[in-house]
T-cell receptor
């Protein structure tokens, strides 16, 4: 079974630009979460999607947005990039069947975004 | 909302010794507590988890204990080896309502000294 796939792996953007990152979850997983990871800051939760609906949202500005498609693939978008947005962006999928049973989150390799 | 605090931020132990990482949580309704290990340059991976209906769980050299009254849980690694060097994250969540979300600790960098 293929794991969680994130594309691209590396990205360099200029301040003020926008960027779109993609995440393909494990087949059958309907929950996809996005995290920002910076040195010393751990895993900062961005948002979670389930069945094409945003179910939870972290404390990030509106420049960060996302969506999920009917095949559970998810994208996140960051507009008007700032230098501080440089980070590793991780997505994780889980087999959440809607029964409110906590299950393991499987992470992708991440997209390393550098804003210059 | 839930808050998870993790200590220490860095832990250095001699190879062969034990390591203990502690997390406290604020939401008494939390019922699921996973631990993830992230090796340098790699993705976080689940190493062990515990649910609120048990107080301890073991898997070879790794164990997790949960004290629901005090609202804290700990990761114990015995007979540490060089490959245990990594960043460890704890998390907590509750699954009974629509706001299910993993709340993460800030991470502990574990260094195993040869």
């Amino acid at each position: 079974k293929a794991g969680v796939t994130q594309t691209p792996r590396y990205l360099i953007k200029t301040r003020g630009q926008q960027v779109t990152l993609s995440c393909s979850p494990i087949s059958g997983h309907r929950s996809v979460s996005w995290y920002q990871q910076t040195p010393g800051q751990g895993l900062q939760f961005l948002f979670e999607y389930f069945s094409e609906t945003q179910r939870n949202k972290g404390n990030f500005p509106g420049r960060f947005s996302g969506r999920q498609f009917s095949n559970s693939r998810s994208e996140m978008n960051v507009s008007t990039l700032e230098l501080g947005d440089s980070a590793l962006y991780l997505c994780a999928s889980s087999l959440d069947e809607g029964f409110r049973v906590n299950t393991e989150a499987f992470f992708g390799q991440g997209t390393r975004l550098t804003v210059v | 909302g839930e808050n998870v605090e993790q200590h220490p931020s860095t832990l250095s132990v001699q190879e062969g010794d034990s390591a203990v990482i502690k997390c406290t949580y604020s939401d008494s309704a939390s019922n699921y507590f996973p631990w993830y290990k992230q090796e340098l340059g790699k993705r976080p991976q689940l190493i062990i988890d515990i649910r609120s209906n048990v107080g301890e769980k073991k898997d070879q050299r790794i164990a997790v204990t949960l004290n629901k009254t005090a609202k804290h849980f700990s990761l114990h690694i015995t007979e540490t080896q060089p490959e245990d060097s990594a960043v460890y994250f704890c998390a907590a969540s509750r699954g009974e309502d629509s706001n299910y979300q993993l709340i993460w600790g800030a991470g502990t960098k574990l260094i195993i000294k040869p």
